[in-house]
Structure formats: C-alpha cells, structure tokens
C-alpha cells in the first residue's frame, strides 16, 4: 500500500504562486496532480514519471511546473501566474504495483 501525504495549498490572489507537495511511502512509478473544480469532473494537471518524464494539461502550459524528488518520494507542483479558474481541490496520485493511489486533496483558491 502507498500513503500520500499532501501540502501546500492556500488562498492566493491572482499572479500570485503557490508550491503543492505529496510525500509517498513506498515504491512508486509515476505522480501527478489532478484537480477538481465545484460542479466539474476530476481533470488532469500534470505527471512525471520516475525517469522525468513531464505530462501537463494544455491549460497550465507554462505557467505550472511539476517535479520529483526520487530519494524523498515527493513530488512538487509549482504554480506560477495563477488564474480564478485554476481554483479547485487538488489530488496527488501516485502509481505503483499496487495501482493508483490518492491524497486527500488539498484546496487552492485565487482569487480575482
């Protein structure tokens, strides 16, 4: 089994930057983040795989950066120029023999 441990969410204005940690026990393969808005479906943010591998939804392009520590089991999310619309809860997932596990999610706000 994997645990997933989340930080790092908060209010913030928009432009503004915000850093999202998730600490894994265990051995995984791939993390990411995904994140849900009130009243949308769960969507992709971005993945790195164990070798570096970068993913990103088109809408964060630029604008958000994903990155692993792989001694730590940590994968970070640095959000930068921030948008009303990227308000949402945000979920990390991490793969491994196991399957797919998630944080708890922790909520991001910006606002206008």
């Known amino acids: 089994q994997v645990q997933l441990v989340e930080s790092g969410g908060g209010l913030v204005q928009a432009g503004g930057s915000l850093r999202l940690s998730c600490a894994a026990s265990g051995s995984i393969a791939t993390m990411g983040w995904y994140r849900q808005a009130p009243g949308k479906q769960r969507e992709l943010v971005a993945t790195i795989t164990s070798g570096g591998s970068t993913n990103y939804a088109y809408s964060v392009k630029g604008r958000f950066t994903i990155s692993r520590d792989n001694a730590k089991n940590t994968v970070y999310l640095q959000m930068n120029s921030l948008k009303p619309d990227d308000t949402a809860v945000y979920y990390c997932?991490?793969?491994?023999?196991?399957?797919?596990?998630w944080g708890q999610g922790t909520q991001v706000t910006v606002s206008s």
């Open positions: 997932h991490a793969d491994s023999i196991w399957g797919r596990f």
